[in-house]
C-alpha cells in the first residue's frame, strides 16, 4: 500500500509537470493600465508580439485604464493563477499607488509573483518658450526661487511620476510653486505651449515632436543616466541634485501563486525578446532604456520602489479614497 501511495504521488507530480511544461497552449492576455496609443501601449504591444513569437501563442494586449493602474492591476490580482493573465507593472500600479490609495485593492508585493522589469523610462523637465532665457534646471530653480509662489507646474494629474517628480525637486530644493494637475500630459503640453504654466515633468514621447518643434525647451531628464532620445539633455543629477533619480518603468508581472515553471518560461521569453533588433529600436523610439532584471531583482526592485514614491506622495498630499 505504501509503495502503491508513493507510485500515485509520482503519477500525479509527473502529470502536473508535463502540464506546466506544455505551456503556453492558448493565448495569453495582458493587461495594460493605460489607455491605447501611449508609450506604455506601444512597448507592451512591442513585447507582446516578440514573446508571442517565441511561445507561439498570441499574446492579446487588453487596455484597462483608469485609477492610476489600479482597475487593470486588481483584475490581475484576482485572476486564475496559471500564466494565461498578465499584467504590465509600472512605477504607478506598483510603486505609486501603495502610498496613493487610502484603501487599495490589491497589495502589489502579496499578490504578484514578479516575472521581470523591462524597461525603465524617465520624464523630462520642460518649460515654454516665454521662458527661452531659462537655459538650464539650475537657472530654473533660481527662478522659482526667486518668484516665490507664483510660477505653475503643471502634470498629467496629482499623483502621477512627473506630478512626483516636480515634488522631489520641490522637496529638495525648498521651492515654492503652485501645481497644476491636468487629465492627461497633451493638455497639459498645450497649456505649456500656450504660456499658460510654466514648467512640467512629463514623459519622453510626449514632448520630444515639441521639443524638436522648438515649441518648448528640454531642460533635464529624471534618470540617472542620459536619455538615448534626448542625448544633449543632462540629467538633473549632473545638472542640480546629486543623486536625483525618479523615472517611469515597464516590467511583467502574474497572479501570486503562478507556477514557478510557468513563470521561468515567460522570463526566458521576456529576456529573448530584449535583444531582438526591434524590440531594441522601438524602445528607443519611446525613450526607454532596456532593463535586465531576474525576478528577484525585479521583486526587490517593487519594494524599493515603494519605498522611493512613499515619501514624495505625502509631501504632495495627493490620496485617493
Known sequence: MKFMKIGLMTCILGLTSAAHAAFPEQPIRLIVPHPAGGSSDILART??????????????VENKGGGNGAIAAQTVATSKPDGYTLLLATASTHGINPSLYKRLRYDAVKDFAPITLFATVPNVLVIGKHLSNIKSTQDLIALIQERKGQMNMGSAGSGTPGHLAGVMVQDAKKLDFVHVPYRGGA??????????IDFMFTTIPGALPHINANNIIGLSVTSKDRSVALPDLPTIDESALPGFEAVSWHGLVAPAGTPQDVIDVLYQSAEKALKNDIVKEKLAQEGARPAEMTQEQFGTFTQQQIELWRGAVQSSGASID
Open 47 to 60: 513585447m507582446a508580439a516578440e514573446m508571442g513569437k517565441d511561445l507561439g501563442v498570441q499574446i492579446v
Open 187 to 196: 493638455p497639459a503640453i498645450s497649456d505649456l505651449i500656450a504660456g499658460q
